[in-house]
């Protein structure tokens, strides 16, 4: 009877045992979110839109040497044909554990080109990122593919909002779960550093004493390292031998990188003296008529690239003078002109940027 008893106890203690190992092993069968899990977290987050998303993004999951591998496109022709500014947006790219997105994951993310071919011959070719994920290295079970955005004040035409999309990763298998990316709103944070996508307009009037209608017109690279246009415009420009510096190298019409616009006219006026009651024209002591004032109407243009240098525009040869630094709202500084014994006073000048324009700082337009 005692073994009989004994026997139930052991049984009783090994059903015990099996049991609590069953309900242990549901309870964290049960703890695994699964796809539908993750997308009700994520309900809230609106759907992007055209208004939201001018980038055009949009993605395809697909199996890279049994690892997924997520190719992103974009719509927008200011991105899609320039492969330098998709590698500066290749590092707005990231991936997070869907569970918890602040944890970031490693993965490889690259530009890839498509090439368009028309009866074998090459019509256009067009960029996108790639983003590989090691099956080996990330096992997250569902992923969180992030864009931290393109900001208003880098380009009006691309200005896309923080946004992501959704992921089940499973190596081969892998698939999205959202079709179409959400709007990030307060996710997370974009921390990268803001660039222009294409070439900057600036310009502005120049307060020349006298003058009329004087303005630059500048265009700039988007990295803002060159000067790809440089105009110098007016209705009547002013200048008088006082406002010459004649320390100043004069360089040969050979050497100058400006030539007159189109249609461009000067007139002088020459100074005069008395001679035995008589005024006659003044005349310097290398036997040259003394210029008392000149005007032109027209201006000068640059005929080459000029390169900028720590965000400065410094031109010391005639006729155009000029020390201007380059912001991203503006560029700011000081104008003259010299030519033929003439020049204008230096005057203190901001050139807006037209193309993207911004807020300028209160300190630099009250100077």
């Given at each position: 009877?005692?073994?009989?008893?004994?026997?139930?106890?052991?049984?009783?203690?090994?059903?015990?045992?099996?049991?609590?190992?069953?309900?242990?092993?549901?309870?964290?069968?049960?703890?695994?979110?699964?796809?539908?899990?993750?997308?009700?977290?994520?309900?809230?987050?609106?759907?992007?839109?055209?208004?939201?998303?001018?980038?055009?993004?949009?993605?395809?999951?697909?199996?890279?040497?049994?690892?997924?591998?997520?190719?992103?496109?974009?719509?927008?022709?200011?991105?899609?044909?320039?492969?330098?500014?998709?590698?500066?947006?290749?590092?707005?790219?990231?991936?997070?554990?869907?569970?918890?997105?602040?944890?970031?994951?490693?993965?490889?993310?690259?530009?890839?080109?498509?090439?368009?071919?028309?009866?074998?011959?090459?019509?256009?070719?067009?960029?996108?990122?790639?983003?590989?994920?090691?099956?080996?290295?990330?096992?997250?079970?569902?992923?969180?593919?992030?864009?931290?955005g393109i900001s208003s004040t880098e380009?009006?035409?691309?200005?896309?909002?923080?946004?992501?999309?959704?992921?089940?990763?499973?190596?081969?298998?892998?698939?999205?779960?959202?079709?179409?990316?959400?709007?990030?709103?307060?996710?997370?944070?974009?921390?990268?550093?803001?660039?222009?996508?294409?070439?900057?307009?600036?310009?502005?009037?120049?307060?020349?004493?006298?003058?009329?209608?004087?303005?630059?017109?500048?265009?700039?690279?988007?990295?803002?390292?060159?000067?790809?246009?440089?105009?110098?415009?007016?209705?009547?420009?002013?200048?008088?031998?006082?406002?010459?510096?004649?320390?100043?190298?004069?360089?040969?019409?050979?050497?100058?990188?400006?030539?007159?616009?189109?249609?461009?006219?000067?007139?002088?006026?020459?100074?005069?003296?008395?001679?035995?009651?008589?005024?006659?024209?003044?005349?310097?002591?290398?036997?040259?008529?003394?210029?008392?004032?000149?005007?032109?109407?027209?201006?000068?243009?640059?005929?080459?690239?000029?390169?900028?240098?720590?965000?400065?525009?410094?031109?010391?040869?005639?006729?155009?003078?000029?020390?201007?630094?380059i912001t991203n709202a503006c560029i700011?500084?000081?104008?003259?002109?010299?030519?033929?014994?003439?020049?204008?006073?230096?005057?203190?000048?901001?050139?807006?940027?037209?193309?993207?324009?911004?807020?300028?700082?209160?300190?630099?337009?009250?100077?």
């Amino acid at each position: 009877m005692k073994n009989v008893t004994l026997e139930h106890r052991k049984s009783f203690v090994r059903n015990m045992v099996t049991a609590g190992i069953v309900s242990l092993c549901l309870i964290m069968v049960g703890c695994k979110p699964s796809a539908k899990d993750i997308l009700k977290k994520y309900d809230t987050y609106g759907e992007t839109g055209t208004d939201t998303d001018k980038a055009g993004i949009s993605f395809t999951v697909q199996a890279f040497a049994d690892n997924p591998m997520i190719s992103i496109t974009y719509s927008c022709p200011l991105l899609n044909t320039s492969e330098d500014l998709i590698w500066k947006l290749s590092e707005r790219w990231f991936v997070a554990d869907a569970e918890n997105p602040t944890v970031k994951l490693p993965v490889k993310i690259g530009v890839a080109s498509i090439s368009k071919t028309v009866n074998d011959s090459l019509q256009s070719i067009t960029y996108g990122n790639t983003i590989l994920i090691k099956a080996d290295s990330v096992k997250s079970p569902f992923l969180l593919i992030g864009f931290e955005g393109i900001s208003s004040t880098e380009s009006k035409e691309a200005e896309t909002l923080p946004l992501f999309f959704l992921v089940e990763n499973n190596k081969a298998d892998s698939k999205a779960l959202t079709s179409v990316p959400r709007l990030a709103g307060e996710l997370f944070a974009a921390g990268y550093k803001p660039v222009f996508f294409s070439e900057q307009e600036y310009s502005g009037e120049i307060p020349f004493e006298k003058s009329k209608n004087a303005a630059l017109h500048l265009t700039l690279s988007a990295d803002l390292k060159k000067v790809v246009k440089f105009k110098l415009s007016a209705d009547n420009l002013y200048l008088t031998p006082e406002n010459l510096d004649k320390q100043r190298k004069n360089l040969s019409k050979q050497e100058s990188i400006f030539k007159y616009l189109e249609n461009s006219t000067m007139s002088l006026d020459f100074a005069t003296t008395k001679v035995n009651g008589y005024n006659v024209q003044a005349v310097d002591a290398s036997g040259n008529y003394v210029i008392s004032k000149l005007q032109l109407v027209g201006g000068f243009e640059a005929t080459s690239l000029i390169e900028t240098i720590d965000n400065k525009i410094k031109l010391d040869d005639r006729p155009v003078i000029c020390d201007l630094t380059i912001t991203n709202a503006c560029i700011y500084g000081t104008v003259k002109v010299e030519m033929d014994d003439c020049g204008t006073k230096s005057v203190y000048a901001v050139f807006k940027n037209t193309t993207t324009p911004q807020e300028i700082p209160e300190n630099i337009l009250d100077k």
